[in-house]
């Protein structure tokens, strides 16, 4: 038996997020790029900053939209015996419009000025977000028959996405795979059916580990923000390009003066 689907969705961009943007001025934070420590004030009186310092301030674009999550899916199904079935599924999902946002107050070079110096920060909030999603899932299946049943399911998937930018002005690496990517996914279950009308059953699961974003931990761009990402790499590339990305990593360890990250060492996230 075939079967496919297509249909579109919209995801609600609330009108209540633009409260922020309202109350930006009626509230005062403190955002120190590269902080002394322990004092992160550098004796100085905490009220200085608020007072003295540029305002930042969150703003939102004119022409915000809510997001469509197209999906498109093609499978079917086909008996193997009596009481056994496999099942192949293929899914394509895109969405589009999601809110991102940025620093467009970020200097053009990590020395120049501000763009606006009487300003800090300027968070803009635009739905220029995407997010892909793309899978094959197998399923192998046996009815209660016999007192036993068991099911083994694979499925192989990608989620990339450009969602949230950590320098305004190249946009390569917040490009990749989305932290919650898993590649490979294996599940296994049994069920025997004992006498007394008890079952006992064994379930098995195995996923690939989720990716990370190597994070240089400083402020490189001088844009206010330390959620900088080490020079050379992007978004998702821990647990998906190890070489690699040990080889960007640790040439801008060396820059630091620090000692280099053996691939042996590393701990995979889960």
Not at 16 to 34: C, D, F, H, K, P
Request: hydrophobic letters at 35%; aromatic letters at 8%.
């Amino acid at each position: 038996m075939a079967r496919g689907g297509f249909g579109t969705a919209y995801q609600v961009f609330f009108n209540g997020n633009q409260g922020n943007e309202l109350v930006a001025l009626l509230q005062n934070n403190i955002n120190i790029t590269n902080p002394s420590y322990p004092d992160p004030f550098g004796g100085r009186d905490p009220i200085t900053f608020v007072s003295t310092g540029p305002a930042n301030i969150g703003i939102m674009a004119n022409d915000l939209k809510n997001a469509p999550t197209t999906t498109s899916s093609l499978g079917f199904s086909q008996q193997l015996n009596a009481d056994t079935a496999i099942n192949v599924d293929g899914i394509v999902q895109h969405t589009a419009n999601l809110p991102l946002t940025y620093n467009i107050n970020q200097p053009v070079t990590p020395t120049s000025p501000r763009p606006l110096p009487e300003w800090g920060q300027i968070t803009i909030t635009k739905t220029i977000g995407t997010y892909d999603y793309k899978a094959l899932l197998v399923r192998l299946e046996k009815r209660l028959a016999n007192r036993y049943q068991y099911t083994a399911t694979y499925t192989l998937s990608k989620q990339d996405t450009n969602f949230g930018w950590t320098d305004a002005y190249v946009h390569t690496q917040d490009v990749g795979p989305s932290s919650s990517d898993r590649r490979h996914a294996l599940g296994l279950s049994t069920a025997i059916q004992l006498p007394q009308d008890v079952i006992a059953g064994v379930i098995f699961s195995y996923r690939t580990p989720t990716p990370f974003t190597p994070g240089a931990g400083i402020d490189l761009n001088n844009d206010g923000s330390t959620n900088d990402a080490v020079p050379g790499t992007h978004r998702g590339m821990g647990n998906r390009e190890n070489a690699a990305m040990l080889t960007a990593v640790n040439a801008y360890r060396a820059t630091r003066g620090l000692a280099p990250i053996l691939e042996s060492k590393m701990t995979r996230t889960r």
